[in-house]
Structures are given as structure tokens and as C-alpha cells.
């Protein structure tokens, strides 16, 4: 059994979640029924101006028949790199051991990646959806992230300090504005 069921977001419109997020909350819910794990985590933060990824995929998780106390919202993240520094100190905090990661076939090899350099600690397996044919996609994806980040964990926590700091200033920015 898994501590957790991370499923990663995938993008989100006026109408709410995308297919790909709703096909990958879909399989995340299926290892959860099949007592695969003991809480669900779903990490991203794009907002459609009304919810965030994460809390419309907590809404559609619960619609289909997730408790709300099993499920975590992390909702910080703004790419795959933050996703993994968020959810490395969410296990962190929370003693996790053994995760899997949910998210698409054209996204598995760079989200594997950089998630096992950023929780070398944690035991991760990764489920997907099928993206239809985005393996061209995929290896530009991966291609780009091998250019960005030096392989290593110095590389990887390298690049996750430059994304929390992203965060952080982009924050400060958003607070700005609204004094």
C-alpha cells in the first residue's frame, strides 16, 4: 500500500478541468477505491478564476465517491519542477514512504525525472492515462528539462530553489497589487 495518490494536474478552462486533468483524477480515484493507498494529494494551481486545479479536481474526486478528509490540496505549484518540491515537503511533513504519481503518458519520463531526484528518499511508482500519440511532445518536454537541469540532485534541487523563489516573488508580486 502507497501513503499517497499524487495526481498531477493538467490544465483547467472557464468550464472547469480539462480531460486529460478529469481522465487522470479518474484512474487516481480507481487506485484509491482498489485500496492502493490512504489519501489522495492533488497538486496544481492554474485557476479558471473560480477554483483552482487542485481544489476542482478535489470537487470531481469527491463526486466520484472520495471522501473530502482523504483527499490533500496542494495548490502552489506552476510546473512539473514545483509540483515535485511541493509535494517532496507535503511526504516530507507527513512521513511519507511509498507515493504514486499520476499523470499522462507524454509527461511520465519527465515527471519521473525530476520527482525521484526530488524525493530520492521517498519510493515512487508512476501511473498514466494515455495522451493519444503526444510522444513527440514528450521527448521535447524531457529534452528540455535535461537542457534546463543538470542531471544530479544538485541540478534538480538547483532548479526547485529557482522555482520556490519564482513562486515566492510571483506572490509578493500578486500581494502587491491587491494593497
Avoid at 499517497?4 to 483547467?12: D, E, F, K, P, T
Avoid at 480539462?18 to 485557476?47: N, P, T, W, Y
Avoid at 481544489?55 to 471522501?67: H, I, N, R, S
Avoid at 528518499?121 to 513527440?136: A, L, P
Amino acid at each position: 500500500m502507497y501513503d499517497a495518490i499524487v495526481i498531477l494536474a493538467c490544465g483547467v478552462g472557464k468550464d472547469g478541468l480539462s480531460e486529460e486533468s478529469k481522465r487522470r483524477v479518474e484512474l487516481g480515484v480507481d487506485l484509491f477505491k482498489r485500496g492502493k493507498a490512504k489519501k489522495i494529494l492533488m497538486s496544481g494551481s492554474q485557476s479558471n478564476g473560480v477554483a483552482t486545479e487542485s481544489e476542482l479536481m478535489k470537487e470531481y474526486a469527491t463526486l466520484l465517491g472520495v471522501p473530502k478528509s482523504k483527499i490533500i490540496i496542494e495548490n502552489e505549484s506552476v510546473d512539473t519542477i514545483s509540483s515535485a518540491y511541493f509535494v517532496g515537503k507535503i511526504a516530507r511533513n507527513l512521513d511519507w514512504k511509498r507515493i504514486v504519481v499520476v499523470t499522462s503518458s507524454f509527461h511520465t519520463r519527465r515527471t519521473s525525472f525530476i520527482f525521484k531526484h526530488a524525493m530520492p528518499d521517498v519510493s515512487i511508482r508512476f501511473k498514466y492515462v494515455d495522451s493519444h500519440g503526444e510522444t513527440e511532445r514528450e521527448r521535447k518536454l524531457l529534452s528540455m528539462t535535461k537542457r534546463l537541469v543538470p542531471i544530479g540532485s544538485r541540478g534538480i534541487k538547483r532548479a526547485l530553489l529557482i522555482s520556490s523563489i519564482y513562486i515566492t516573488l510571483k506572490s509578493l508580486n500578486t500581494f502587491s497589487k491587491s494593497i
